[in-house]
C-alpha cells in the first residue's frame, strides 16, 4: 500500500512539473514591462530563432495585458539573424549537432545551409560510429560471460557484424572530415 502512494505521490509531482513546463512562458509580466524589444530581437535572431518568435513574446505579455513592440524586435533581430547566419556558425552549429529552424534570411541562407550540413554530417556520422562501438562493446561482455557453446557462436557471428558495421561506421566518419576539411580549405574558414 505504501508502494502505491508512493508511486501516485511521484506521478503526480512528475505531471505537476511537467505542467509547469509546459507553460513557461518566455518573459514574465516585469520583463514584458521593462525589456528592450531591440535587445531582444537582436537575442533572439542570433539564437537563430525564426522570426515568428515574436508571436512567444506576445502570447506571454499578452497573458498580463502588456503590448510587444513588433517593429523594435523586428529591428533588432535582423541584425541578431545575420550574425547567426554566417557559414562558420552553419559548421558549427551543424558540427554540434543542434536544430537549424530554416530562419536564415534567403540571401543568407545556401551558405549557411551548406556548412550545417557538412557540419552535421559528421555530426551524425561520429554519433554513428560511437552508437555502433557501444552494442560491440555490450556484445564482447556477454561473449565474456555467454556459458553455451551455442550462445557463444551466434555472439562471434554477431561482433564479426558489428565490427564490419563498426568499420563502415570509420569509414563514414572519414568521408566526413575530409569533406569538412575540404569545406573550410576552400572557403578560408578557421578550423575550430
Given at each position: 500500500?505504501?508502494?502505491?502512494?508512493f508511486?501516485?505521490?511521484?506521478?503526480g509531482?512528475?505531471?505537476a512539473?511537467?505542467?509547469?513546463?509546459?507553460?513557461?512562458?518566455?518573459?514574465?509580466?516585469?520583463?514584458?514591462?521593462?525589456?528592450?524589444?531591440?535587445?531582444?530581437?537582436?537575442?533572439?535572431g542570433?539564437?537563430?530563432?525564426p522570426?515568428?518568435?515574436?508571436?512567444q513574446?506576445?502570447?506571454?505579455?499578452?497573458?498580463?495585458?502588456?503590448?510587444?513592440?513588433r517593429?523594435?524586435?523586428?529591428?533588432?533581430w535582423?541584425?541578431?539573424?545575420?550574425?547567426y547566419?554566417?557559414?562558420?556558425?552553419g559548421?558549427?552549429?551543424?558540427?554540434?549537432?543542434?536544430?537549424?529552424?530554416n530562419?536564415?534570411?534567403?540571401?543568407?541562407?545556401?551558405d549557411?545551409?551548406?556548412?550545417?550540413?557538412i557540419?552535421?554530417?559528421?555530426?551524425?556520422?561520429r554519433?554513428?560510429?560511437t552508437?555502433?562501438?557501444?552494442?560491440?562493446?555490450?556484445?564482447l561482455v556477454?561473449?565474456?560471460?555467454?556459458?553455451k557453446?551455442?550462445?557463444?557462436?551466434?555472439?562471434r557471428?554477431?561482433?564479426?557484424?558489428?565490427?564490419?558495421?563498426?568499420y563502415?561506421?570509420?569509414?563514414r566518419?572519414?568521408?566526413?572530415?575530409?569533406?569538412l576539411?575540404f569545406?573550410?580549405?576552400?572557403?578560408?574558414?578557421?578550423?575550430?
Open positions: 500500500m505504501i508502494a502505491g502512494n508511486r501516485l505521490a511521484a506521478f509531482a512528475a505531471a512539473g511537467l505542467m509547469a513546463l509546459s507553460s513557461c512562458a518566455t518573459l514574465n509580466e516585469q520583463q514584458c514591462a521593462t525589456v528592450s524589444w531591440v535587445q531582444l530581437g537582436q537575442e533572439d542570433a539564437a537563430g530563432r522570426a515568428s518568435y515574436v508571436q513574446h506576445e502570447q506571454a505579455c499578452s497573458k498580463h495585458k502588456l503590448p510587444v513592440n517593429a523594435e524586435w523586428q529591428t533588432g535582423d541584425v541578431g539573424i545575420r550574425a547566419c554566417t557559414p562558420a556558425n559548421l558549427s552549429e551543424g558540427r554540434e549537432g543542434r536544430y537549424y529552424a530562419s536564415c534570411p534567403a540571401d543568407l541562407a545556401a549557411f545551409q551548406t556548412a550545417y550540413h557540419g552535421k554530417r559528421l555530426y551524425d556520422a554519433t554513428e560510429r552508437r555502433v562501438q557501444n552494442e560491440l562493446d555490450a556484445l556477454k561473449l565474456k560471460d555467454a556459458k557453446r551455442e550462445e557463444q557462436d551466434a555472439l557471428l554477431e561482433i564479426d557484424l558489428k565490427r564490419s558495421s563498426l563502415s561506421a570509420d569509414s566518419v572519414r568521408d566526413a572530415e575530409r569533406a576539411d569545406y573550410i580549405l576552400s572557403s578560408n574558414l578557421p578550423r575550430g
